[in-house]
């Protein structure tokens, strides 16, 4: 049973750019949350997917944005990307809407420069 | 808003007991949570203890917690080197599953 795969693994992108990181979740998972991590602090909640829908966002700016596909698959979007955008992006997912047992996958690390 | 805190550091000795501390601020969570973080890793659920719960144990892991005092603490049992990695406590408050994590308490355990 695959857990929660992200890809890519690691990418570099120069400011401005965009940038798209895929999630599938853990089989049987049909809700997918993302966290930003920035080096050497705690993941920052960006938003929820549940039903193809944001169910709930965090404190971060329109250049966030996101997708959750009809197999529960999730993307996370970053526009017009900034220096402080660096970090690792962590996906998550849950069996249900109101639970915080998450399972992560190993996140994917954007540097941008 | 809600606000979670924690140590940075803690250092210990193979066999000895850990014991890992968090302060949070709102009192509306239902749930608290210790996640783990091993290096190059994403976080792995550990524990979690419900607000009407003063204490539980899971094997070598014992969640205790102070509501009043908005204090949560994990202890480590006879703790080894695998155990060495970034613990790190959560709440979700009243928002669902949308957890606000604490930075972090990087555990050294020293052979």
């Known amino acids: 049973d695959a857990g929660v795969t992200q890809s890519p693994t690691h990418l570099i992108k120069t400011r401005g750019q965009q940038v798209t990181l895929r999630c599938s979740p853990k089989?049987?998972?049909?809700?997918v949350s993302w966290y930003q991590q920035a080096l050497g602090q705690g993941p920052q909640f960006i938003f929820q997917?549940?039903?193809?829908?944001?169910?709930q966002r965090g404190n971060f700016p329109d250049r966030f944005s996101g997708h959750q596909f009809p197999n529960y698959s999730s993307e996370l979007n970053v526009n017009a990307l900034l220096l402080g955008d660096s970090a690792l992006y962590l996906c998550?997912?849950?069996?249900?809407?109101?639970?915080?047992?998450?399972?992560f996958g190993e996140g994917s690390r954007l540097t941008v420069l | 808003g809600e606000d979670v805190e924690q140590s940075l550091f803690l250092s210990v000795r193979e066999g000895d007991s850990s014991v890992i501390n968090c302060t949070y601020t709102d009192s509306s969570s239902t749930y608290l949570y210790w996640y783990k973080q091993e290096p190059g890793a994403g976080l792995q659920l550990l524990t979690y203890?419900?607000?009407?719960?003063d204490m539980k144990q899971d094997q070598r892991l014992t969640v205790l917690l102070n509501k009043k005092d908005k204090h949560l603490s994990l202890r480590i049992a006879d703790t080894q080197t695998g155990d060495s990695a970034i613990y790190f406590c959560?709440?979700?408050?009243?928002?669902?599953?949308?957890?606000?994590f604490g930075g972090g308490t990087r555990l050294m355990v020293k052979p």
């Open positions: 997917y549940y039903e193809e829908e944001e169910r």
């Open positions: 203890i419900f607000s009407n719960m």
């Open positions: 089989s049987g998972h049909d809700t």
């Open positions: 959560a709440e979700t408050g009243n928002a669902g599953n949308m957890l606000t």
């Open positions: 998550a997912s849950s069996p249900r809407l109101d639970t915080g047992e998450l399972f």
